[in-house]
């Protein structure tokens, strides 16, 4: 097996070594916060697209960042299908002529990888989003507590 080149960034925890430092794993807790927000809305919403015209009331707010609603076009269906094939979206539906659609943007993924200690720094994966990509995700949330 051979050894890579470049070495993955490690911190050293009191429970082993992790591929991130504690305020990027705080970072992400937060983003895993706001995508599970984003998946209720999301639900939210389509519960009121459904609904008859004289029983709407205002429509629910969509998370920024993860939630995604375009007006149904071709162009757009094959994007979004192209996408889903790509693994980069969970959920999509075609409603009353929009296309709504969740994007995780691997916010999961990195933090179920942050959140285990290795007892080894040679068997920590590295994370799939950089530190720079999870701080301008977080430049859509206004109300995040990390002033990035």
């Known amino acids: 097996m051979e050894r890579p080149t470049k070495r993955t960034p490690f911190f050293k925890g009191s429970w082993g070594y992790y591929p991130c430092s ?13 995508f ?17 015209p004289q029983n709407k009331e205002d429509p629910p707010d969509l998370v920024p960042g993860f939630s995604n609603l ?11 299908y192209w996408l889903a094939q790509q693994e980069q979206i969970s959920r999509r539906k075609v409603r009353n002529g929009w296309i709504s659609y969740i994007t995780d943007n691997a916010v999961e993924e990195a933090f179920h990888i942050a959140r285990m200690p290795q007892f080894d720094f040679e068997k920590i994966e590295p994370l799939p989003i950089s530190v720079e990509e999870i701080d301008q995700f977080l430049r859509k949330f206004p109300e995040n507590p990390f002033g990035v």
Do not use: D, G
């Not at 927000?37 to 008859?52: G, M, P, S």
């Open 22 to 34: 504690y305020l990027t794993f705080c970072k992400l807790k937060f983003l895993k916060k706001k």
């Open 36 to 52: 599970h927000e984003a998946l209720r809305q999301h639900a939210k919403w389509e519960r009121w697209i459904e609904k008859e």
């Open 70 to 80: 375009i007006p149904y076009s071709a162009k757009e269906a094959w994007h979004v």
